[in-house]
């Protein structure tokens, strides 16, 4: 028979939740959290971030001393390809109808709503627990980026989204920016007057192979992602755009990747004879905690006693404890389980999702019993 969390997170992938398309899975949320007695707000950061729910909150009372702590999940997917139907078989929950499953960030959803549930049912005394959870994650943290923090009562927090093996604790996620660039040559007949003609899409493709894309070191990446240009085969192309991004998370590194970036833009277009435009922008800070800071040994020690051993490492992507970081707060990421998430193969262990219950168990009594 399978567990409470397991036929939870089993409803919740079955729902498709694309970014800006969360109602259903909200809807589930709140009426779960509801069902057991708590009193749910969803702010009104929908129509801000171009989504059809808000931030879903959710605080259960201090009953004890300690630190509070809050736990975010994200509730969107990256958009699925086809249907959902999750299944289990030896163990392993997985999608049978060859798209995404959804683990990430559903098993978080689920282990913590379980959690919640666990902590009414059994008494648990806790310092305060405070749960949130976001829309828009995958297409650049929006709903976190649009949450009041000042609402959280607690200082620490923590998110499930690390596609790794429970025990890992991610210590630092890089800085991020993100580049629109345009380039601009000039239109002609390509049999007829090809002299005439500038291609854009040329400069682009030059600019493109004097990149240095892929791990540029092992802090550092960079990627150009989507290209587009020209109307037709027999016009020389008069635009071409591309999106590129590079992270670093030395943010000295970074800043001196993208300056040559857009050097590699310039210089590429002045060779076609075409101009550029360069669009800069910040998609999120980076952050870096130490193994003795305070949001550090409270998950190491409730990893500990859920019976696994932390281990510590960084990551070469984003969550929103990115968001949360940079605001002030301390938010740690932790593995739960999943593995080849935004993939056909993605799946979870019904082991790891019933494991990051206790976790989540073992973090409200680590805070509870921390220091204040």
């Known amino acids: 028979m399978a567990s409470e969390v397991v036929d939870l997170f089993t409803e919740l992938a079955a729902l498709p939740s694309p970014p800006g398309e969360e109602r259903a899975v909200a809807d589930v949320v709140i009426g779960y959290l509801r069902a057991l007695g708590l009193s749910v707000d969803e702010d009104d950061a929908g129509p801000k971030v171009g989504s059809n729910i808000g931030n879903v909150y959710c605080r259960l009372e201090a009953t004890d001393g ?9 509730l969107d997917t990256v958009p699925p390809e086809g249907p959902i139907e999750p299944v289990i078989e ?24 379980e959690g919640a549930r666990r902590v009414l049912a059994e008494n648990r005394p ?19 980026a649009a949450f009041d923090l000042d609402r959280l009562h607690a200082r ?38 090809p002299e005439e003609g500038r291609s854009a899409i040329a400069a682009a493709a030059r600019a493109i192979s004097d990149l240095r894309l892929g791990r540029v070191d092992e802090e550092t990446t ?13 016009i020389i192309p008069e635009w071409c755009t591309l999106d590129a991004e590079a992270r670093s998370h030395d943010e000295r590194k970074l800043e001196e990747l993208v300056q040559e970036m857009v050097d590699v833009f310039s210089f590429a277009a002045g060779l076609e004879d075409c101009e550029v435009e360069t669009k800069v922008s910040k998609s999120y800070k980076g952050y870096r905690f130490k193994p003795d800071d305070t949001v550090v040994r409270i998950a190491s020690a409730a990893l500990a006693r859920s019976g696994y051993e932390p281990t510590y490492g960084l990551s070469g992507g984003a969550a929103d404890a990115n968001i949360f970081n940079e605001r002030g707060l301390a938010c740690l990421n932790l593995a739960n389980g999943m593995q080849d998430i935004h993939t056909p193969e ?27």
Do not use: W
């Not at 999608?95 to 913590?112: E, P, W, Y």
């Not at 979870?348 to 206790?358: C, F, Q, W």
């Open 156 to 193: 620490l927090g923590y998110v499930y989204d690390q596609a790794a093996p429970i025990g890992d604790v991610i210590l630092g996620a890089p800085y991020s920016r993100a580049m629109q660039v345009r380039f601009h040559g000039r239109a002609a007949h390509s049999g007829m007057y």
């Open 222 to 234: 960079a990627n150009v992602g989507v290209i587009q240009g020209g109307t037709a085969g027999n």
């Open 90 to 113: 030896d163990g392993v929950v997985r999608n049978a109808a060859g798209t995404i499953l959804g683990a990430d960030n559903k098993s978080a959803v689920a282990a913590m709503l």
């Open 66 to 74: 300690g630190k509070p702590i809050f736990l975010c999940a994200h």
């Open 126 to 144: 806790h310092g305060g627990i405070e749960l949130l959870f976001t829309p828009k994650e995958e297409v650049g943290l929006l709903g976190a």
């Open 346 to 372: 993605e799946r979870i262990t019904v082991a790891d999702l019933e494991g990051m219950v206790e976790v989540t168990l073992a973090l409200v009594d680590a805070a509870r019993d921390a220091d204040t």
